[in-house]
């Protein structure tokens, strides 16, 4: 199942039908003793 829980296919250069999938994720987040442990740091905690 891919994202999305939509199947993924895709085709190798011989033409068969694989099932793989590579993704990047990036957290962002805010610098500052402010923005620490707050809702504006969320994407970067999660990857962390």
């Known amino acids: ?3 999305f829980g939509r ?3 895709f085709s ?3 033409g ?3 099932s ?3 993704a ?3 957290g962002l987040g805010n610098p ?3 923005y620490a442990r707050s ?3 969320v994407g970067e905690e999660v990857v962390v």
């Open 1 to 3: 199942m891919g994202l």
């Open 12 to 14: 190798d250069s011989s």
């Open 39 to 41: 809702r504006h740091n």
């Open 24 to 26: 990047l994720v990036i």
């Open 7 to 9: 199947s993924s296919k």
């Open 16 to 18: 068969k039908n694989t």
């Open 32 to 34: 500052g003793k402010q």
């Open 20 to 22: 793989s999938f590579d």
